[in-house]
């Protein structure tokens, strides 16, 4: 929509600018393109559809979510705070449903700290080797947490505490980590917000297929 708008502000000129309403539009096919595939690969999976993993830099790929969300987040007033391992392991699985992992859990976080007016929207992105070799992501919210009394039903489809929420995100993004092998959870943040975190298996031969 953002492009889309920007294409037609440009046109709208009285000497059109035509090169950037052409970037612009550039822009638009091909996020235009990546959500159509992000919404194939999401119907595969619930038809479990295993799709053909490969080996893959996530810190990259966390790089280019963030790029892509970005402006919103700025928008928000939200400050995103990287911290991605150099020695995290390429891993093994499927780049658009990992990023939409990632995207649906920075802007849970980004949702989390829209009330917070008392202290610095901050979002901190993380990864790391865990202990058994797998990728670790971390990423954590500096909002008004999770209530203790629902901690455990949030993975729960149709589950959500959002006024217009509609309780799948976490519950596909779940499902897109199991498939892979390893593991989503939360933990309390300290001294606000949440934590999430994911495990992916390493690629390198010899690595154990599933994360403990």
Known sequence: MTNGSASLRWLAHDVPNLAEARE??????????RASDVISRIRALLKNN??????????????EVLALIQSSLQNRGITVRTHLSASLPTVLGDRTQLQQV?????MNGADAMSS?????????????????????VAIEDSGTGVDATVFDRIFDPLFTTKPNGMGMGLSICRSIIEAHGGRLWPLPG??????????????????????K
């Not at 612009?24 to 393109?33: D, G, H, P, S, T």
Request: net charge positive; aromatic share 4%.
């Open 24 to 33: 612009a539009l550039k822009r638009l096919v091909k996020e235009a393109n």
């Open 50 to 63: 295993r799709p053909e993993y490969i080996p893959l830099d996530l810190n990259g790929a966390i790089r």
């Open 102 to 106: 990632v995207m649906n859990l920075v």
């Open 116 to 136: 917070v007016t008392s202290r610095p929207r901050i979002l901190h992105v993380g990864s790391s080797p865990d202990t058994t070799g797998c990728a670790l």
């Open 190 to 211: 300290s001294p606000h917000g949440t934590v999430f975190q994911f495990t992916v298996p390493a690629s390198v031969a010899g690595s154990a297929p599933h994360c």
